[in-house]
């Protein structure tokens, strides 16, 4: 499940508990065991939300979608307000000093500390403000690395089960690197249509035996977009090409030339400039990127049940739209 999901359900919770699902107070979107998190300061997290993915607040036209977005995004800023109290209570916080170098980070990507304060302004911040705001983030986050990340491992065997379930991730497949010279003739071309492509061709084909340089013909004569590049197609893998094109491709040789042959594009010569086996790649090499997919699932899994957890034992008051 989702964390997106697994905080939809947990803010569920305080109505089986008895608790009122309904905040009292007026421009508050929602109280966590006490701490108010402002409709003002939920809007404008919808609107970062909704910008990171290119929207706008306006071009939302349904409700129904509007009111999961706001649910989400509130339930994200419930489970922030929680992470934060938790860190406060075990004493677990951001040291000044790193607070003040990541606040410095993101003044750094303006151009001057004027529009840094005019973009804090335009988010509801001033300085001290963001300053507060870095230190509850970085809290959280130190919080969750001391007190669930730090003990998540993987084993070998975890590797090794991994490796053997998901060989075709392993797996590149034989790759073959063509360049083709191409003249267009449709499928139901009549036949006084083809002999002309034919001949064509043909005249083509006897220019490379001559000793032609097949990029220089490529991009003079073949009828394809890949021409200016003197017909390279790059590499590709079975089944990413036309049957007809790739039962030739796959069967030259490097630095042989096909005959002329036809595909439902047209007629084609190909060059293959270089074949690459099939790789598996070995256990011990994948090893690292393996143990640290694993890493970042757990981690994800874990800080999921982590929140859930902590909005279990909370007391939330959540204002409905």
Not at 90 to 104: R, Y
Request: net charge negative; glycine share 4%; proline share 2%.
């Amino acid at each position: 499940m989702k964390l997106k999901n697994i905080l939809n359900l947990a803010l569920l919770l305080p109505l089986c508990l008895g608790q009122t699902a309904q905040a009292a107070s007026v421009g508050v979107a929602a109280t966590v065991q006490g701490n108010e998190i402002s409709e003002t300061k939920l809007l404008k997290s919808i609107g970062f939300y909704l910008k990171q993915r290119g929207a706008t607040v306006d071009s939302i036209n349904d409700p129904k979608i509007y009111e999961k977005i706001r649910s989400e995004v509130l339930d994200q800023l419930i489970g922030q307000q929680l992470l934060w109290n938790a860190a406060q209570k075990d004493n677990i916080l951001a040291k000044d000093e790193d607070v003040k170098s990541a606040f410095d980070q993101y003044q750094a990507k303006f151009d001057s500390p004027l529009i840094f304060s005019e973009k804090l302004a335009e988010s509801g911040f001033d300085e001290d403000s963001f300053r507060d705001n870095l230190k509850q983030q970085l809290s959280a986050k130190k919080w969750l690395q001391e007190k669930v990340l730090d003990a998540i491992t993987v084993s070998e065997s975890e590797i090794h089960d991994f490796y053997l379930q998901n060989l075709s991730k392993f797996t590149e497949k034989e790759k073959v690197r063509p360049r083709h010279i191409l003249t267009k003739i449709s499928p139901e071309a009549n036949e006084m249509d083809m002999n002309i492509a034919m001949s064509r061709m043909r005249a083509i084909k006897q220019e490379l035996d001559s000793g032609a340089d097949f990029i220089e013909l490529a991009k003079l004569k073949s009828q394809d977009t890949s021409a200016v590049v003197g017909g390279d197609l790059g590499y590709v893998e079975r089944g990413s090409l036309v049957e007809s094109f790739e039962e030739v491709a796959f069967s030259l040789a490097p630095g042989e030339t096909s005959k002329i042959f036809q595909s439902s594009f047209g007629l084609h010569i190909v060059k293959l400039v270089d074949k690459k086996p099939q790789i598996t790649h070995s256990e011990a090499d994948m090893k690292d990127q393996i143990a640290a997919h694993i890493l970042k699932n757990k981690a994800a899994e874990a800080v999921e049940k982590t929140i859930s957890s902590l909005k279990q034992g909370a007391t939330i008051e959540v204002n409905l739209l």
